[in-house]
């Protein structure tokens, strides 16, 4: 799979008020390309690539076992991958320094660390490691933990606990922010609250955040660009409106043909393929139904041609190039062009 | 046929839509990131190192604080000690040969063996518990964090190692009569043969907390030994009374040492006569003790190392699903 120029990679640039001090030019807080990871024989990456910007809120959206973990995690530094070329924060993560780890902040899924120590000295502890911290008691005021300054860790509930890990997290001032699948399990009110805890620190503190989800609802409010990974393949990556813009352009067709099989067929040109429909019928076309897709349909229609090759998250395939996904996939880059 | 039949074959008109297989290009050149940190790699490594220490101490201290604090824990240790004396307060009579009461000798084994068990039952128990959990891959992301946590640690062995002898020998001598060494000799003996001990068993204990799978296991594997060690190893009776492939067996181990050198610390010189080899060997308490140092430096090293890389967030979740799946645990 070649990089191709992509049209998303410019309309990006448009994030208000972020990159401060960085002038004109972007930069590429993290970059990646043709990445690749296998285990033993199964390939889980099949040659990835993705640039985040400073200052901007990317997600990484995926099914579970679409790759997502394992990109954040090599991304972190805790995975050798098998091929291909990352640097995050012009460091490759392999071979990531303290000093390099003192820039990168992670949250992961089940911390559970450190239950006995309470709220404040944890936070506290940790900014000794960091040479320029922030004011611990400000953070517990900006994760909203300030009246559990003084609880036991472990009796924090799964949101507390949540703001804790960020709050730890971003302690040493970290110019990137890894969060893998921060919101699972949480109940909406504790969504909300750390959906709002993701902006404040993107728009007030700078921080380039990378967050995975398998949400598309909370990929849509939190980011400003989105790629989708689906069976270790990035199939789509943009803006949420560019998303939308780019699954609608493609209408859905459906008809009842003349020996009464139901058909469909997506075309950026609608009209044309309904005309065409006319001439070849003859007559009415049974059944018409014409319909833009929205950004959850091609979401959950990946998702689920995916599941329909029955291989779970695991591509047995290592090339994919005779793979339905691969070929399907590359096949209607020139239609979707001309549109 | 115009179109795709739709209900069979999804596949056919899949990734029309949207399906570039392609994510961002990567446009910019990739080698622009160096900046002031690289500016004084020498001072900054030098201030990391300072942060690491001060924060490695800080750690130890608070969990120090914290074990303290935790009675359950806590108990554990004082239990110990409790079951020492009572033991000590029934034996009577005297080492066979000598003049020295029988619950000293049982009192010096129980030392060495309090030592043996904070460095292969207490430390791997810690070890295997934080890994577990995730302070381990927190520190792990943390700069300096795994010295940091080594320190820590140390700091917490040492302390609780001290704490344990001060209480079990101190107690000792004030409620049953136990015993304390005799000349500053003797406490010198007492510091190194202890100081060793640790050194011997603590890398050890480490390089198993690397490995073991998780904190129930471990404690099940771990205590079956440490427990068939405590009784042929010459700590409770003299080692003279036990068959000689036993003695051979538990001489290979450190603990018979440990106990052979705090009782040449805590027993009159004259009950040497009771030692297998009729005196102290101290030279070979050194060595034997000195050799299970370095060897379980040498096995410490690579396997802790190797336990911090294995670490990873998905390890973690796999772990919390298991735990989730057998209902044990919550979130």
């Known amino acids: 799979m070649t990089t191709t120029e992509h049209p998303t990679t410019t309309a990006a640039a448009s994030t208000p008020g972020a990159a401060p001090g960085s002038g004109g030019a972007r930069e590429g807080v993290v970059q990646v390309r043709d990445l690749r990871m296998s285990y033993g024989g199964a390939t889980v990456l099949h040659g990835i690539d ?61 911390w559970r660390d450190h239950r006995r120590w309470q709220v404040a000295e944890l936070l506290a502890h940790f900014a000794t490691y960091y040479p320029h911290p922030r004011d611990p008691s400000e ?97 789509i990556c943009g803006t949420p409106a560019e998303l939308a813009r780019r699954a609608a352009a493609q209408a859905e067709v459906r008809w009842t043909a003349p020996d009464g099989t139901a058909r469909q067929e997506r075309t950026a040109d609608p009209s044309q393929l309904v005309w065409e429909l006319h001439q070849e ?47 399907g996939a590359d096949a209607p880059e020139g239609k979707e062009r001309a549109a | 046929m115009r179109g795709t039949e739709m209900t069979p074959a999804p596949e056919a ?20 990131g160096i900046d002031a940190e690289g500016a004084a790699p020498g001072k900054a490594a030098a201030g990391s190192r300072r942060r690491s220490w001060r924060s490695g101490l800080l750690r130890g201290r608070i969990e120090l604080r914290h074990l303290l604090r935790n009675p359950k824990e806590m108990s554990g240790h004082v239990i110990n000690v409790v079951v020492a004396l009572l033991l000590a307060s029934y034996l009577h009579g005297k080492v066979p040969g000598t003049h020295v009461p029988m619950a000293h000798l049982t009192l010096a084994g129980f030392s060495a063996y309090l030592l043996f068990q904070i460095g292969l039952v207490n430390l791997p128990q810690i070890l295997v518990t934080e890994r577990e959990e995730g302070t381990l891959l927190r520190l792990r992301a943390t700069p300096g964090g795994i010295p940091a946590y080594l320190i820590a640690k140390s700091l917490l062995v040492v302390a609780m190692a001290f704490g344990t002898l001060v209480l079990l020998l101190g107690a000792a001598a004030l409620l049953v009569d136990g015993p304390l060494p005799h000349g500053p000799d003797g406490w010198l003996t007492l510091l190194w043969v202890s100081a060793l001990g640790l050194l011997a068993v603590v890398p050890l204990g480490a390089a198993i907390g690397a490995v073991l799978p998780n904190p129930r296991e471990a404690l099940a594997l771990i205590m079956l030994p440490t427990m068939a060690l405590l009784f042929t190893s010459g700590a409770m ?66 396997l802790l190392r190797r336990a911090a890389r294995r670490e990873s967030g998905s390890r973690l979740s796999e772990r919390h699903r298991k735990a989730g799946l057998s209902g044990s645990q919550g979130a």
Not at chain 1, 174 to 188: A, C, Q, R, V, Y
């Open chain 1, 50 to 110: 993705l640039e985040i910007h400073r200052g901007e809120i990317f997600a990484l959206l995926g099914p579970n076992g679409a790759g997502k973990t394992t990109t954040v995690e090599i991304l972190e530094g805790f995975r050798q991958r098998s091929a291909g070329e990352v640097r995050v924060l012009g460091t490759d993560p392999a071979r990531g320094d303290d000093a390099w780890r003192g820039r990168v902040g992670l949250v992961l899924q089940y």
């Open chain 1, 139 to 235: 953070l517990l005021a900006l994760v909203g933990l300030t009246k559990q300054a003084g609880r036991q860790v472990g009796q924090l509930s799964g949101g507390q606990r949540r703001r804790l890990d960020v709050a730890l997290a971003i302690v040493g001032r970290p110019e990137i922010l890894f969060l893998d699948e921060p919101t699972t399990g949480f109940d909406p009110e504790a969504r909300r609250d750390f959906h709002d805890l993701v902006e404040r620190l993107a728009r007030d503190e700078g921080v380039t955040i990378l967050l995975t989800t398998h949400d598309l609802a909370e990929a849509e409010r939190l980011a400003d660009r989105i790629a989708m990974l689906v069976n270790g393949r990035i199939r």
């Open chain 1, 281 to 327: 019928t003859g007559g009415p076309i049974a059944d018409l139904e014409v319909r833009r897709p929205t950004l959850e349909d091609t979401y959950l229609h990946m998702v689920h041609q995916d599941d329909g090759h029955g291989d779970g998250g695991i591509a047995g395939d290592g090339t994919g190039a005779g793979a339905g996904a691969g070929s």
């Open chain 2, 13 to 32: 008109t899949a990734a029309t839509d949207t399906g570039t297989a392609t994510g961002t290009a990567t446009a910019t050149a990739t080698a622009e």
């Open chain 2, 237 to 302: 009776f003299p080692l003279g009374s036990l068959p000689s492939l036993v003695q051979k067996i538990a001489s290979v181990f450190p603990l018979r040492w440990m106990a052979q050198g705090l009782r040449s610390a805590l027993l009159p010189d004259a009950a040497r006569a009771a030692e297998v080899a009729g005196s102290w060997e101290l030279p070979k308490v050194a060595l034997i003790l000195g050799a299970w140092a370095v060897a379980g430096f040498l096995l410490a090293i690579p």
